[in-house]
């Protein structure tokens, strides 16, 4: 998003609203990033699209030594800034498209929720392998091709069936969120893991979580991830040579 | 399928029928294998699920010292020994289930359409990975997840979509044949991908074909795979360590 949704007043409103309540980031997506996440205790964290920065201080409480948190929205910055600071955690506004301007060197690199909306994957994974350590994991959630592959973003459900169209067509979608346009890239999932082998990572593991039965009885709509899910979550290690 | 239905007259016959003309194997499936192939100069294959052997000659033509066909069902290892068979070609007529009996080192492991009929897929992926040389390479294509994803084991098309159920739930399905019943297994794309990788071997690409315009003017049912893919194909590599 070059021109961050995340800016527009009454969309961050809406989205910090939304945040409140357990919701399927909380009860099927971060559950999944956590159980993939490795060992970290003296290890240095940058986290591409960090919002307003909630697991800044989870990294550092599982032993963390550093933590960059990186997002395009002012508003984001901000609000991480203000509410989830302290020592070892840097905030830096910056958009994603523009990581080749950051050096430094990491050992995790973890993105959240955040990659569909990027155009140019081969050069985001390019520059994260370049601010990676040699053995460095890059960890990342998006969602999953299933949902991004129909013209009009999602797909539809029918009774317990799930449709959607155009998979093999890659590019741009536009759906709407809060009434705002958000525009994402759908690509397949061959291509997702192809550009990250081409780029220099092994692919460690892919999740494509599936709701417990306590988080079904938490948020009823989970239910639907029965029939196709909503994330997928990538492990990949850059490569030692 | 431990009782090949293969074996089953009528069916055999439906399916060489099947074979005469053009299909999806010929202008999808086949091609995007074709594209992956490794060079075949001086190297040693084994054909995982030969069927009549109608690939043998074409390894030979590539390059290839050796060609060994394994296939369970006696109508086509007896039909591929008759049309297919020559100098450096070689038929054994095993279960895949049953690879643990078969010693020998192999450079390309081939199977095309198989593997999402064998129930025990990490068993199947030791034992390719014990028969290949370091560095060889699985090259396979299977039924790609949406397909196999719902009970009846296909989905269903409404206008330009594709509707599916019961993706994460992994196991046995059952659809029909020329009327005949058979048993696949689904498994999510993730659960293949993470299979692979934990049996030692680095995944190099995988595709999921998209037919090209000719092909499309060729056999007009093609335009389903715009909509989602038929075929998964996944190469991998041996580890050399």
Redesign the interface.
């Known amino acids: 998003m070059s021109r961050n949704v995340f800016d527009n007043p009454s969309f961050f409103s809406k989205y910090m609203e939304l945040r409140k309540d357990y919701n399927h980031n909380d009860l099927l997506e971060h559950p999944g990033m956590c159980s993939l996440l490795p060992a970290l205790k003296g290890k240095s964290v940058i986290d591409l699209g960090c919002g307003y920065g909630s697991y800044a201080h989870e990294f550092l409480d599982r032993g963390a030594s550093s933590y960059l948190g990186i997002d395009s929205s002012e508003n984001m910055i901000r609000r991480a800034m203000e509410d989830n600071g302290g020592e070892g955690i840097e905030y830096l506004r910056l958009n994603l498209d523009d990581l080749s301007s950051l050096s430094g060197s990491f050992d995790l690199a973890y993105s959240s929720l955040v990659f569909h909306y990027i155009e140019d994957f081969d050069r985001l994974l390019k520059n994260i392998n370049r601010l990676l350590n040699p053995g460095g994991i890059l960890l990342f959630s998006q969602m999953h091709p299933?949902v991004t592959a129909?013209p009009s973003y999602n797909?539809?459900f029918?009774g317990?069936?799930?449709?959607?169209?155009?998979?093999?067509?890659e590019g741009r979608r536009e759906g709407r969120w809060f009434k705002e346009k958000v525009v994402s890239y759908h690509r397949?999932?061959?291509s997702i893991?192809?550009s990250i082998?081409n780029n220099g990572f092994?692919?460690?593991?892919?999740?494509?979580p599936?709701p417990s039965d306590d988080a079904i009885r938490e948020l009823p709509s989970l239910e639907k991830?029965?029939?196709?899910?909503t994330f997928?979550i990538v492990r990949a290690r850059k490569d030692y040579s």
């Open positions: 299933f129909s797909g539809y029918e317990d069936y799930f449709a959607f169209t155009s998979y093999p067509e397949r999932l061959s893991i192809n082998s092994f692919i460690e593991r892919i999740l494509e599936v991830d029965l029939v196709r899910p997928l």
